[in-house]
C-alpha cells in the first residue's frame, strides 16, 4: 500500500486509499444481471437512473468507481436495496446471479 507524507512537521504518514477492484467487479456484476433479469437496455436503465448510457455502460465494465449517491439511483432503478448491488453471488459458472 502507497503511504502519503503530511505536510506536518512531525512527518506523520497516513495510507493511501485504493479503490476495491474485486468490489467493482461485484457491482458491475450485479449491475449487469439485474438489469437483464429486468429485460432492460443500457438506456432504459440509465434513464430511470438519471445516469448517461455510456457511464452505465462503464459501471457494468467496472470501469467506474461510483459515489454513494449513483449506487442509491442504481438500486432505485433496479428496485432492489444498495446492499444487494455490493453483495457477490455465484453460481457453478462463477458469473453472478439473481
Request: proline fraction near 0%.
Amino acid at each position: 500500500m502507497r503511504t502519503l507524507r503530511t505536510g506536518t512537521s512531525s512527518g506523520a504518514e497516513k495510507s493511501a486509499r485504493r479503490s476495491s477492484k474485486k468490489l467493482a467487479r461485484v457491482l458491475a456484476d450485479n449491475v449487469r444481471a439485474l438489469r437483464l433479469a429486468r429485460r432492460l437496455s443500457q438506456e432504459d436503465l440509465a434513464e430511470l437512473c438519471g445516469l448517461h448510457r455510456t457511464y452505465l455502460g462503464s459501471v457494468e465494465r467496472s470501469e467506474r468507481n461510483v459515489t454513494l449517491s449513483t449506487l442509491e439511483a442504481l438500486a432505485e432503478g433496479l428496485g432492489v436495496r444498495v446492499a444487494d448491488l455490493l453483495i457477490g453471488r455465484r453460481s457453478g459458472s462463477g458469473r453472478s446471479q439473481f
